[in-house]
């Protein structure tokens, strides 16, 4: 790519030029913006990178003019700042910025965040991949043993949380390591324990300028809100929401559809004991399903239904990752049957008739070591060839990210 970098610190230009350079782009620096301004229509530049204190013109109304000119409003613009104010973050956003990062420049990940912004990618992480209760110790090294979590990026909209098992705790680590101030959305499939109860550890709630927005389906007469209060009234967990600092909104959900920046978020009930929803994120001409819990029952049981698993199937069609409930083999089902989660063979043949790119394997029973997991991965991938499928399959473990 062709880069524009504006700039009047040198340093920063410099550095920025090493980085880009060395990951093969064409870089071009600029100390003031005024000169930056008279050559960017005549070079047209893929990637404008801009610093927003600067003394001739600021990085918001250099944005500003380029956005507004029909011959450079595709020009993609980065704001590079000191100023870490969420107003400075909205004010650039206004100004059509694609994104927004801060100094000092983090030389590991510089490159990497930077793609992220200008990408069109969906890159999902996951913290926490096993069911039902953590299983800490030497059986989980591998995949990890905390309980549900996985975030989803796109682009520089507000980060996407999907539960709030113990794995959230890595993520409160991680986040509180960045010192920034945080705008995020935490979607929660239900309220079983291990998709909730570990809310009350995740460190950036209760920090002054964060904004968390959190989203479920209500069950009844119980609101969200009251569904993740509960475990925090002072007889489970000594501090209330009330402790919050960060502003907290609470929106019930119900099958609906919701959009915000270019992002789109379908809801789905589930086949599981109250009310759960599945969830299909689609950005940008990508997609990724987040299906857990479920339940799809074998044909002739009494609570297999043609026309549910129909409508799942259209609800993830097409969809580059299908992340879902693979709680058990096939041979343990039997056992469990009921119990609200699914096994290899029925989600092999969801996938495949779905026809999603890529599934990857998710909340594992307590009872499974790694050694099982793997074990269940092959399994997959035995039944999925056995339907013809060209599905792709993995099982991911704690701190793996895909990008699709």
């Known amino acids: ?102 100094k000092p ?33 030497e059986s989980s090294l591998r995949y990890g043993g905390h309980t549900s979590c996985v ?16 794995g959230i705790k890595a993520l409160s680590d991680h986040m509180m390591g960045m010192n920034e101030r945080i705008t995020a959305k935490i979607f929660i499939s239900h309220p079983h324990w291990d998709h909730i109860n570990a809310l009350p550890f995740f460190v950036p709630l209760y920090i002054p300028g964060n904004e968390f927005e959190i989203l479920g389906a209500r069950h009844g007469d119980t609101t969200m809100r009251e569904l993740m209060s509960a475990q925090m009234d002072g007889i489970y967990f000594p501090i209330t929401i009330r402790e919050f600092g960060a502003r907290v909104f609470f929106r019930d959900l119900g099958e609906e559809t919701i959009e915000f920046d270019d992002i789109k978020v379908q809801t789905m009930l589930l086949s599981h004991p109250g009310n759960c929803l599945g969830y299909r994120i689609d950005y940008q001409g990508k997609s990724i399903c987040y299906i857990t819990d479920n339940e799809m029952f074998n044909a002739g049981e009494p609570g297999h239904n043609p026309g549910y698993i129909q409508r799942l199937a259209d609800f993830c069609r097409g969809a580059d990752a299908l992340i879902t409930d693979t709680t058990y083999t096939d041979a343990q089902y039997p056992a469990k049957a009921g119990w609200g989660h ?44 056995m339907l013809g499928s060209d599905v792709k399959c993995l099982a991911p473990g704690e701190g793996d990210q895909i990008k699709h």
């Not at 100390?31 to 301004?37: D, R, W």
């Not at 912004?117 to 039902?132: D, E, I, Q």
């Not at 029973?365 to 050694?371: A, E, R």
Request: aromatic share 6%; glycine share 8%.
């Open 1 to 102: 790519m062709k880069f524009f970098l504006v700039d009047d610190e040198e340093t920063i230009i410099k550095a920025t030029t090493i980085l880009l350079e060395g990951a093969g782009h064409d870089v071009t620096g600029f100390t003031s913006s005024i000169q930056a301004m008279e050559m960017i229509k005549a070079g047209q530049p893929d990637c404008l990178i801009v610093d927003i204190m600067m003394p001739e013109m600021d990085g918001l109304e250099l944005c500003r003019k380029v956005k507004s000119d029909p011959d450079t409003a595709h020009i993609r613009v980065i704001v590079l700042s000191a100023k870490t104010y969420e107003f400075d973050r909205s004010r650039a956003q206004e100004m059509g910025a694609e994104g927004y990062l801060t």
């Open 342 to 385: 699914s096994s290899v063979g029925q989600v092999a043949e969801l996938a495949a008739r779905a026809e999603v790119d890529t599934l990857y394997l998710f909340h594992h029973d307590p009872d499974q070591n790694d050694d099982a997991i793997d074990a269940k991965l092959d399994e997959m991938k035995m039944a999925l060839s």
């Open 151 to 166: 975030t989803v990026q796109c682009g520089n909209s507000p980060l996407m949380i999907f539960d709030a098992g113990s």
């Open 105 to 137: 420049i983090k030389l590991d990940t510089f490159v990497a965040e930077l793609d992220g912004l200008l990408g069109n990618s969906l890159t999902a992480t996951f913290w926490g991949v096993r069911g039902t209760l953590p299983v800490p110790g």
